[in-house]
């Protein structure tokens, strides 16, 4: 919290009007809320709009060569001329969807508010639910409780000296164990951020709260991992990637970065020495990474993830998204449209291409032939990117 | 059978008792009231003149809205909290030579800022601009969440900390609202208070916006800075001004009708007593709406204009029957005891149908145009005083002219060729003839009436022309800003402190999501819209959390950096703006239907729909209120109104002969309206009725003189040529009296005074060349030659066969 010459920090604002909010807070703790049932998002079917394809749209993915997008209030939306007009598909929530993936033309998944997750079997035409936040609350506490028995019985087996150390880990179990429960207090609440499958039968989802999930029939059946992540605050969870080598990395809150070997049944955790969010992360080279995420930080490891320095840091924006193309290099895409690329392999970085007044959820590189350009989403729905090809910039 | 004795009003008088015994006792009195009658006049005139001095133009928005309708309740329950929202003055500041971030553009607007802070009437603590510290930026950074003025204290005038402003303006998201989107001007935004807190005095309307004129548009405009006011205050500011303007057409109104009155009468003595009268009885008429405790609003100030030409052109019977009296060798006290007699009956029932036409604009449930249906009514009281008493003790004392008596038998020995041509409608072939043509009349008025509309239809504010200096205005903050100047605000109602709760956050989006998707709707905002721009906000700016929440830790967060204007101070209301593209009828009511559509299926005990407010809730209430009361008004007018004839005459046919060309009037009207593009709205509904109540005049003048001749057993054809030749210029000359004295409006810069005066001055001029053809040609079809009498001719009803007219044969 900085406060600088010529204002106030919101949270000495907060105590300012604190008195008169004090109803308020007073209410935030009163269990159940007064107000009417009113509308539940997860049960209301997304309203067919010709505005859709400009609402706020948040992740995008082809299935075949349809290009899908996703985002607030239940939307997606199909088009199958690379862009030019879209259609709505029938969706049976209207939460906000945040990600989307697909493994065939036909079959694809998709997850975003209230801990939603939906499935299409028919290229993305009607969707079906498969995970909401309240089941995925039970999962999550399910979970946690099993980790904790499980802990609770090596404990009693173990000799003393190791009690020690099982009773830190019942701990950091308990205390994650009261989060989750303080959570599923408000119900669905929780986000999910993003998912991704490895084929129609296996796949992950990771969310706020150190929600991760993983299904290995489809998404008819989901069990929570998030105990199985070294995770002790429950940390957000912003993206979920498959590096070119098989492993998984989950990226998050804090600057941590979590590898998996083995389909997600273990994971080591990795902090890449920073204390805000990772949006992403992408490899440059065999064996290394670049790492990117809020106020445009980058980051980079030469060893496969295990340490990390920062990279010269040339944009004040969040880095929203990356593609690395052999003729391209590294191209990162921030917040506001803008692009920062790096012929070294993410060395160093430098701005390729300023963009004015765009607000860029994600990226997806055009996916219809050699053209330079980026299909991004965002405020005003699906726009795309061309990519100025700056020679300078090879040298 | 002898014309130089026309014995007036006898017939009349027969089927009228009550009113006859009335009638006679002033008669007999006459000479002796003549004296004490000119001093009560003069006391009372006195009197009166000292209290219509008193009046104040005003405009108040309360009487321009039907406040009782349920929208109007609903809004008004929550003025107070919506006031930011609603009541609030935009202070546009452009710089002409480029973007507002120069040091000297920012100081003239810091100026202009602190200017409008010391204006009364301002709240000062709801005011907005850049410069004001209640604007702030917030950001989250790495060091956290980061807050600021627009311009900080320690803002130095440089042009780096210009610069740094323009960061500061992208950041705190108020580009298309308190910045243009062109950044070339900025707003102040100035909420106002209808009652002073402190001195509990009523904002007064027109000083503001004279202040605003003043200390604003005058002081700072320049070849550099341009000034753009809008908001309501400045459209009730300029209504005021104008409406102050149309007092100076008046004097033309009043010039023209000396000019006219003179050529018709060629004597001064009757033309200045007549003026004289009808002077006097605007005088009444605006005392008593003082001593009624009434304003003189843009609407109402038409109504001395309205009192002025309706008695003009009631006393033009007078003056013409003065003049044959005096011709037929009466005195001047006999002729004004003739003109008395002749002119009592008649003369009182078409006033008492003025005045009944106007009161039934008191079906309608908004305060102006009761406002203007009583003061109207007044204005027709008073002229039965000083038109039916105060002119013919006048004329007993002045008499007429030499001149003019010369004038009279000049008339009355003329050949009337015009008489016998005009009579020639009440040939069978020829009075077919018209009645077929006013069916097509008819028929076409009623085809392009279909069109017509309800409620405003042009862009801007529909009360000002639109290339008023304010719609001028208005139009640059619609191009230039991302607002609109018709909204459409839903409050939705929930417990207390539950406004920011989720279901209440989830449904109002899904009605804001609905209502985007309504035609007309540009665009929408709430509490929730703010909320999610904030919940993003405190996670970084990462647009997947632009998103309701559940978690009511997260909500309360955001809930508590946002805007208090957003909901209301106990937390049991959020308003909901809807932004629209115009506000015509169609589209509000699409946008209501859509409202109560979702309010039926989504509403619950906590969450309550309440409609509506916003200029275009407060249009799409009047409008409602204007169709629902449309037919009701006319129906009741048209009813009471065929009463009054029916009671006059004692014959169902006479009433339709009456009344079926101020039918075909009132339908033209419509058609013109449509053709026009003139809704029909809170100026030209009360039009419709004016134009009945008072274009019945003409019916009642002619028929009651040709029923006069038709008593005394002339054939249809012969009394209707003895009726032009008596009284027809005098009905040709009320017609053009009643149009002058509207006609002027049309000049005026308030749109919906020229609407009626245009809307007027049509209906009285068709209303007499109806009244003039179609009356005897329907008389001819229905009534035929039923005062034959001797001449061999059966009554055609019997019932109406009168002593008198048998006893006036020969």
Redesign the interface.
Known sequence: MRIDGSGITARAGMFAVAGVFAVFSLLAHSEAPKAGKGIDLLEMPALQSPKAAHSLLLGVTTAGSRLVAVGERGIVVLSDDQGQTWTQAQVPVSVTLNAVHFVSPDLGWAAGGDGVILRTDDGGRSWTKRLDGNQANELVLADLKARIGAVETAAARASDEEGGRFQAALETLGFRLEDAEAGAGFGPSRPLLALWFKDERLGFAVGAFGQIFRTDDGGEHWISLAGALENPDSLHLNAIVRLPDGTLAVVGERGMIWFSSDEGASWRANEVGYDGHLYGLIQAEPATLVAFGFAGNVFRSADGGQTWVKVARISEKSIVGAIHQEDLGVLLVARNGSLIRSRDAGKTFSISQQTVGASVASVLPWPFGAERKLVAVGHGGVSMISITDDRSDRK | MSQKEPDAGDADLVHHSVIKRFEQFFELQFERFRLPALFFFGIASVFFAFQAVQLEPEASFQKMVPSSHPFIQNFLAYENELRPLGNVVRIVVENRKGEIYTPEFLNTLKQVTDEVFYIPGVSRGGMKSVWTPNV?W?EV?????????II???FDGSLEAAGQVRTNVARAGIVGTLVANDHRSAVILAPLQEVDPETGEKLDYARLSQRLEESVRDKYASEDVNIRIVGFAKIVGDLIEGAAAIGGFFGITFALTVVVLWLYSRCWRSTLATVFCCSLAVIWQLGVVRLLGLGLDPYSILVPFLTFAIGVSHAVQNISTMAVERMNGRSNIEAAKATFRVLFIPGSIALLCNAVGFSTLLVIDIGVIRELAISASIGVGVIIFTKMFLLPVLMSYLGVSPAALAHQARRMRGGHRWAHVVARVTDKRMAWGIVAAGAVVLALGHTASRDLKIGDLDPGAPELRVDSRYNIDNAFVVEHYSTSSDVFVVMVK?????C?????A??V??LQ??M??VPGVEGTSSLFSAMKKVLAGQN??????????????SS??A???LPSELFNS??SMVPVLIFLEDHKAETLIRVVDAVQRFAAE?G????EFELAAGNAGIEAATNSVIKQSKPLMLGLEYAIVALLVLWEFKSWRVTVCIMLPLFITSVLCEGLMAMLGLGVKVATLPVIALGIGIGVDYGIYIYNKLEHYLEKGLALKDAYVETLKTTGGAVALTGVMLALGVATWIFSDIKFQADMGLLLTFMFLWNMFGAVVMIPALASLLIGNRGKGAGGGIAVTGTMASPKALQANP
């Open positions: 702030v917030n950074t790495e060091d956290g969440f980061v807050a600021g003025q900080p204290p320690t929930t417990e207390p402190g539950e920011g709760a989720y279901p209440v989830a449904t989006d899904q999501w609905h985007e998707n970084g700016g990462d647009l997947r959390w632009e998103s309701l929440t559940r978690n009511r830790y309360n967060a809930h508590r950096l106990d937390c989504h619950s005990d906590g969450i």
